[in-house]
């Protein structure tokens, strides 16, 4: 199974900061990552796939980059909405696989 | 506004069975690759099952042997049946139209295993 890594597992900021989340895969996956965001009791919420890709609906401040074993999800200036947990996936083969999440809190 | 709703979950004691349902309105479950996915309280995400438009399935080692995916034509439905539940089980349990990634979810439904 692919094993996917993010980091940092917490992150602390502040609304109109920039952050990068980190997600390591543990082979190569070419371009075949997901983001999604996930605030409590609610279902995830697909943010970017194919590593760079902007799901509509979804604001501009997100991007993602990357390709083979590591990829990053940026927030160009943090707003209030966006503190919640974060989670890469990857979708080379099966069984897809998750990172364990990036909490990002004030 | 595509839409998919999870039902069925509850609890249900240890070696117990349950089926879960997703309804979708808005798009056809059968032309879609279709999934199923959980999450154990306060913990991450786990995909569990897939259904392709040919029928053929996937699943999780850890679920493999003992949950069946399906789908119903007639009710725009997709299915989860789940046998010999474990206490490990318990997890909101989301279905979701699968593209690799996936999107859009369902609301969940908690299935809770325990005596």
């Known amino acids: 199974d692919i094993q996917m890594t993010q980091s940092p597992s917490t992150l602390s900021a502040s609304v109109g900061d920039r952050v990068t989340i980190t997600c390591r895969a543990s082979q190569s996956i070419s371009s075949w990552l997901a983001w999604y965001q996930q605030k409590p009791g609610k279902a995830p919420n697909l943010l970017i796939y194919k590593a760079s890709t902007l799901e509509s609906g979804v604001p501009s401040r997100f991007s993602g980059s990357g390709s083979g074993t590591e990829f990053t999800l940026t927030i160009s200036s943090l707003q209030p909405d966006d503190f919640a947990t974060y989670y890469c996936?990857?979708?080379?083969?099966?069984?897809?696989?998750f990172g364990q999440g990036t909490k990002l809190e004030i | 506004e595509v839409q998919l709703v999870e039902s069925g979950g509850g609890l249900i004691p240890p070696g117990g069975s349950l089926r879960l349902s997703c309804a979708a309105s808005q798009f056809s479950v059968s032309d879609n690759y279709m999934s199923w996915v959980r999450q154990a309280p306060g913990k991450g995400l786990e995909w569990v099952s897939v259904i392709y438009t040919s029928g053929t399935t996937y699943y999780a080692d850890s679920v493999k042997g003992r949950f069946t995916i399906s789908r119903d034509f007639s009710k725009n439905t997709l299915y989860l049946e789940m046998n010999s539940l474990r206490v490990e089980d318990t997890a909101v349990y989301y279905c979701?139209?699968?593209?690799?990634?996936?999107?859009?979810w369902g609301q969940g439904t908690l299935v809770t295993v325990s005596s």
């Open positions: 979701a139209k699968n593209l690799g990634y996936f999107g859009p």
């Open positions: 996936q990857q979708y080379n083969g099966y069984p897809y696989t």
